[in-house]
């Protein structure tokens, strides 16, 4: 089993920063692609942002410029520095992990549990 724990959400002015963070634990052996997903009222999921074991960097193209995201493979923590923020990038962001368990053996998604994120104008 594995749990992902989200932390950074909340309410900012439009032209703000946020940070969000993604702590993984449990039966972890490593991790492949993280990321960040979010998910607007009446809209579909849809990626921020996504990072792989190699550091290669993925953002959707209205989050470029604005936001960054980062890894650390030792703590097994994925961040989401988030700058300029919108009143549209309100939504609940959720964490994204592709976890191996052991060498050699099958990736599995896991989400974390959502953390809401709210610009106002």
């Known amino acids: 089993q594995v749990q992902l724990v989200e932390s950074g959400g909340g309410l900012v002015q439009a032209g703000g920063s946020l940070r969000l963070s993604c702590a993984a634990s449990?039966?972890?052996?490593?991790?492949?692609?993280m990321g960040w997903y979010r998910q607007a009222p009446g809209k579909q999921r849809e990626l921020v942002a996504s990072?792989?074991?190699?550091?290669?960097?993925t953002y959707a193209d209205s989050m470029k410029g604005r936001f960054t995201i980062s890894r650390d493979n030792a703590k097994n923590t994925v961040d989401l520095q988030m700058n300029s923020l919108k009143p549209e990038d309100t939504a609940v962001y959720f964490c994204?992990?592709?976890?191996?368990?052991?060498?050699?053996?099958?990736?599995?998604?896991?989400w974390g549990q959502g953390t809401q994120v709210t610009v106002s104008s």
């Open positions: 449990g039966s972890i052996f490593s991790i492949n692609v």
């Open positions: 994204y992990q592709e976890v191996q368990y052991h060498s050699g053996g099958a990736r599995y998604a896991w």
């Open positions: 990072i792989s074991s190699g550091g290669r960097t």
